[in-house]
């Protein structure tokens, strides 16, 4: 969970990690998802990804299960940074991300209320 939100998110996108033109956008992508993620309730508290250094371990609650966000995160920024042009692969990724959508917030829940009953 140490690795780079960018750099994972370029790799996601067929960028390798020293081609930097189009960091600022991707960034102003990822930041645009993570406040998706905070309202949804996957993330606790706002957070801003500035550069490579920024990490998942930073964004993600430890000991929860969030790995989804990645595959997530790498969906939303594709279709933000570079839609498909075929409205059949442009559905595809919309339900796609409809269903990890839904589906990390039934987990975000489901660990809220299991937080609420420990209490």
Request: proline content about 3%; charged content about 25%; aromatic content about 6%.
């Amino acid at each position: 969970m140490d690795e780079s939100i960018l750099t994972s998110i370029k790799k996601l996108l067929g960028l390798t990690e020293d081609y930097t033109a189009f960091d600022d956008q991707l960034i102003m992508h990822i930041n645009s998802v993570i406040l998706v993620l905070k309202q949804i309730g996957v993330c606790d508290t706002a957070y801003t990804v500035r550069d490579k250094t920024d990490t998942w371990s930073e964004l993600l609650p430890s000991g929860k299960n969030f790995e989804a966000v990645k595959s997530y995160m790498g969906m939303k920024v594709r279709s933000l940074f570079d839609p498909p042009t075929t409205s059949v692969v442009a559905d595809s990724m919309n339900r796609a991300i409809a269903e990890l959508e839904w589906r990390l917030n039934a987990e975000a829940e489901t660990e809220q209320k299991e937080v609420s009953q420990n209490e």
